[in-house]
């Protein structure tokens, strides 16, 4: 029904059908049907296809006709192609709204619960055209020499034929709806005097693929691509019947990263090309190009049938060890891409992989012993944006480029490291969005990856409102010696990060560091006998009162469990705070307990390993210099929770003292004392009042000898203080 008020608003069709429904004297529906029929005639498209549950029941007048109307009195033609994208981000939040029955938690305020739809399931505009123009307009723009009509970059009409673009989660299509845009441009240079509706349906038919696991997302991603091949063109244009391709073989159904054995894993094949020796292959092969040449309506429906044949074939050869995994495994909806998209891999593989993956979900166990099986280098960590990302490479051709939006955890996290690794030396873009999608608990980055090209740079950038600032090209030398993808930053900073990690060793050469327990259901608000300390009551050279704590009984039965606190030791907030104003920045703080005191899993314990004097490690803990350097360079300019344990104690740098060098004595010998000094300032909440200009003065003074410890130039400090 949108399909027919769309085609009739943007003049695709000229009658009025909606209205004519409407004021048919017979039933709604019938007429309703007729028009499908109709529809199914002039542009063949999947949406109309006779279905025997359709034909099989009624739907009383009193239902249909208020929806008919309702649409009828869009304007669609003030309205975006994409604007389909809106619907189903609709449906899934009538999904989700419906779920309150089965007790899901939704929320109740609608604009907010739009947003949050549109965070997670719509990808802003500008990162959608920068993945698709850093992955299919540079192969549509790549120089290939070509001995006839020279289209973009050299290539012919059909060179452009051959380039296969995958979204393996597209959604409604917001991406394959963007690549179409630059495949129409390249077509219509190759060959400025082919007819534009046929230059249409051959990127329909031979360059766009999708995947997804939600069927309503595939037939919306289709109407959308139909759409888009019919916008701007007139009904009296368009000649003819079965006027678009069917988008069967395209847009699959189906869960990109659940597949059985490849095709080339099965040892008999293993000397021979595949897609010329396998008789299955070459039949499903055979079978695509018969369905793709055909618009007979009954020659289609059987071509697909024995498709489907062919393929249950294949995939009973190649699915059998899902059974070690999965109790049913075809309720897991799996795909075998080689399988569905044959005449892809037959010519190596997908030129580009692009699109927004899901990621963060809960994932069952089953799922969770799959992956970790079958992909090697996600390092144990089954977020789906890391397998998202290895089973896009695995799909590209031997040149193809992957462009995907994904957690920016991915650049700094120790469960995203196995990642980095494999990624880094063919990484030419990364891109930090920041928070990109409003209400969506994670930050995002742009990830470019090109398989076919080893290059010694990466280019970063940041971006604002949709402006990109701070672009550099960083070596990617850099990236693996702070074991970080770096991006964002100036070269200045880069160059400062650089300095300092280079000063010495690291902190884990002198402490280790070990969180307090989770043990927040045993603690008491009154009567308790043992303090106990949260994050919150940790400051810089500060501990605050305990305001909860343990019974003695209860403390008694935990000794084993909470005995390597009740020593001295350095205390350190293990959420790290983070600040927006006047900009972004962190706060480590950290402070000196003398008691031993015991405190929960967002607190960590510093241990001296050393004959390092506490205080002096406290001094560079809570200095602007030591946050400033960990905030880029171990926390990718993060904005989310960040954690400081030993992961991260492992990449700080420390500057080591020789003790036998007069200046580096005095210097360190002065901090000692300037942290003695805080500490006792700080040593109750009167003292921390009365002497707060001191405490700024003292601040300051140990902050101006940290950057001498860590020999910055005055040039550097403005750059470090943001004064640049």
């Not at 020279?150 to 012919?156: A, I, Q």
């Not at 896009?392 to 650049?411: A, E, M, R, T």
């Not at 702070?482 to 400062?496: A, H, K, P, R």
């Not at 501990?543 to 205390?571: F, H, N, R």
Request: charge should be neutral; hydrophobic fraction near 35%.
């Amino acid at each position: 029904m949108i399909f027919i008020d769309v085609c009739h608003d943007k003049r695709i069709i000229g009658p009025n059908a909606h209205d004519s429904i409407l004021y048919t004297k017979k039933q709604v529906y019938d007429e309703l049907k007729k028009w499908f029929v109709t529809m199914d005639d002039r542009f063949n498209t999947d949406l109309f296809e006779s279905d025997k549950y359709i034909n099989g029941f009624e739907i009383s007048n009193e239902v249909l006709a208020p929806i008919v109307s309702e649409l009828a009195s869009v304007d669609f033609s003030r309205l975006p192609v994409n604007i389909i994208g809106d619907v189903y981000e609709d449906y899934l939040g009538e999904m989700l709204r419906g779920g309150k029955k089965q007790g899901i938690k939704v929320r109740e305020d609608k604009a907010r619960f739009k947003r949050k739809s549109q965070g997670i399931y719509y990808t802003p505009e500008y990162i959608v055209d920068y993945i698709v123009t850093n992955t299919v307009g540079e192969i549509l723009t790549s120089p290939r020499p070509s001995p006839n009509k020279l289209g973009e970059g050299g290539l012919t009409f059909d060179d452009i034929k051959k380039i296969k673009v995958l979204d393996p989660a597209c959604g409604s299509g917001s991406f394959l709806i963007n690549a179409f845009d630059k495949f129409h441009a390249a077509y219509k240079k190759a060959a400025p005097d082919k007819k534009d509706f046929d230059i249409k349906r051959t990127i329909l038919q031979h360059n766009l693929y999708g995947v997804d696991l939600d069927q309503r997302a595939v037939e919306i991603c289709k109407l959308n691509l139909m759409l888009k091949a019919l916008d701007k063109h007139k009904w009296d244009e368009l000649k003819g019947r079965k006027l678009l391709p069917s988008l069967h073989l395209n847009i699959r159904h189906g869960n990109s990263l659940i597949s059985g054995k490849s095709l080339t894993d099965q040892e008999q094949l293993n000397m021979f090309n595949v897609y010329e020796a396998d008789k299955d292959v070459l039949n499903i092969l055979k079978l695509h190009k018969q369905f793709y040449k055909t618009s007979d309506d009954d020659k289609k429906h059987l071509l697909w049938e024995a498709i489907k044949k062919g393929e249950e074939i294949l995939n009973r050869r190649l699915n059998g060890n899902l059974a070690d995994y999965f109790s049913k495994p075809d309720e897991q909806h799996p795909l075998n891409f080689e399988v569905a998209f044959p005449e892809v891999f037959s010519q190596g593989g997908f030129d580009a992989v692009i699109g927004n993956p899901p990621y963060g979900a809960e994932l069952k166990d089953d799922f969770k012993n799959f992956v970790l099986k079958k992909y090697e280098h996600i390092g144990g960590n089954t977020n789906t944006g890391n397998i998202f990302i290895e089973k896009g490479v695995s799909l590209l051709s031997d040149d193809g480029k992957l462009g995907l939006i994904v957690p920016k955890s991915i650049c700094y996290s120790d469960a995203w490291l196995s990642m980095r690794n494999y990624l880094v030396s063919n990484l030419s873009a990364l891109i930090d969005v920041s928070k990109a999608f409003d209400e969506v608990l994670l930050e995002q980055v742009i990830l470019i990856y090109n398989k076919s090209i080893l290059s010694n740079k990466v280019f970063t950038a940041k971006t604002i409102n949709g402006d990109f600032v701070n672009n550099a090209l960083v070596e990617k030398k850099v990236y693996i010696n702070f074991d970080c993808y770096l991006t964002g930053l100036t070269n200045q900073e880069i160059n400062i990060g650089v300095k300092i990690k280079n000063i010495g060793e690291t902190f884990n050469k002198f402490c280790s560091i070990k969180r307090g327990q989770d043990i927040q259901s045993k603690i008491v608000n009154e009567k308790w006998d043992i303090p106990i300390y949260r994050c919150k009551s940790i400051g810089r050279y500060v501990l605050k009162e305990a305001v909860e704590g343990l019974t003695k009984g209860v403390y008694d039965k935990l000794t084993e469990q909470i005995s390597y606190m009740s020593v001295p030791k350095i205390i350190i907030q293990n959420i790290i705070a983070h600040v927006t104003k006047p900009k972004e920045h962190i706060i480590i703080m950290a402070t000196l307990d003398k008691k031993g005191i015991i405190s929960l899993g967002s607190v960590g314990n510093i241990y001296v390993t050393t004959k390092t004097i506490p205080e002096y490690l406290i001094g560079l803990l809570n200095s602007k210099l030591i946050s400033w350097y960990a905030y880029r360079f171990i926390y990718g300019n993060a904005i989310r929770t960040m954690r400081f344990d030993n992961y991260h104690l492992n990449r700080l740098p420390l500057r080591n003292i020789d003790l036998k060098n007069t200046n580096d004595k005095a210097m360190h010998d002065q901090l000692v004392s300037l942290v003695k000094e805080m500490l006792a300032l700080n040593k109750s909440p009167e003292l921390r009042e009365n002497n707060h200009i001191k405490i700024a003065a003292v601040d300051h003074e140990i902050d101006q000898l940290v950057y001498r410890l860590y020999g910055l130039s005055e040039a550097e400090i403005k750059v470090v203080e943001g004064n640049n």
